[in-house]
């Protein structure tokens, strides 16, 4: 019995382990936080960033959670398993609503991201101006031009008034110093599309959390399992034989 409740207890903090490991689900919702503070504008509301919370909740919880696991699992049964159990359930809850959400939004990511055209459309090429810094700042990062392709600028109310053949400076390739946005050398040019580059980056950032929900889901089975095994082996008491007068 002894032997099989340190078995149980070394599976356990095994398990917990990895719990504590597979909280970097709450970096890849802290990644898609970071991104919509930056990119805020180009999405239509705020329903997007409710899985990415969710990431960042579940994988606080998960530390919490997996390093309770690892005290108590050489422990006899008491309270602390008890809290472990509880946090387990309220781990399964959020990760369980993570994955769902991840999935439900993953196929609205381009009802999400239809102001992005009305976004360029308001550049101004003002360094000041909002809207100006996030579409360089996404052309920059993503090494993308327009929406769709650089001929997206000829269609915009900066192009039109400032009267040059050109597109951002944040559209020119960084492998070309020579580059200075004019479209006399489009093959200078970023020629990817920014709608296309985002919701790649984005649908990266989802599947993450889906992959790593399904682990975590996985190891708080198998944590429930161990932990209700080890509760059902006591710890083996210590008899003697008492001294007759």
């Known amino acids: 019995m002894a032997l099989n ?3 149980i207890g ?3 903090k095994i398990t917990c382990l990895l719990l504590l490991l597979t909280g970097i689900t709450g970096l890849g919702g802290s990644f898609l936080l970071h991104k919509y503070r930056v990119y ?3 999405f239509s509301n705020l329903y997007i ?3 990415a919370l969710l990431a960042v909740i579940s994988g606080a919880v998960l530390f919490i959670t997996g390093s309770i696991g690892c005290l108590v699992s050489s422990k006899k049964p008491s309270c602390g398993h008890g809290l472990f159990v509880y946090f387990l359930i309220i781990v399964f809850c959020v990760v369980g609503t993570t994955a769902a959400l991840a999935y439900f939004y993953q196929g609205k990511l381009d009802a999400e991201l239809a102001p992005l055209k009305d976004v360029f459309q308001n550049y101004s090429n003002n360094s000041q101006d909002p809207e100006t810094k996030a579409v360089d700042g996404l052309q920059s990062e993503l090494q ?3 929406v769709m392709n650089y001929t997206d600028w000829l269609q915009t109310p900066w192009f039109n008034h400032s009267g040059k053949y050109e597109v951002p400076q944040s559209c020119c390739n960084t492998t070309f110093h020579s580059c200075n946005g004019t479209l006399d050398a489009p093959m200078l040019l970023y020629n990817e599309a920014c709608q296309i580059k985002l919701k790649e980056l984005l649908l990266l950032v989802v599947h993450i959390i889906h992959i790593t929900s399904l682990v975590v889901l996985v190891l708080l089975v198998l944590s429930w399992i ?3 095994q080890l509760m059902r082996y ?5 008899y003697r034989i008492l001294d007759q007068d």
């Not at 006591?234 to 210590?238: A, D, F, G, T």
Request: with cysteine; proline share 13%.
């Open 5 to 7: 409740r340190g078995a």
């Open 10 to 12: 070394f599976f356990l």
């Open 40 to 42: 805020g504008l180009f």
């Open 49 to 51: 960033i409710f899985p």
């Open 144 to 146: 993308c031009c327009g």
């Open 226 to 228: 161990t932990v209700g």
């Open 234 to 238: 006591p710890v083996p008491q210590e």
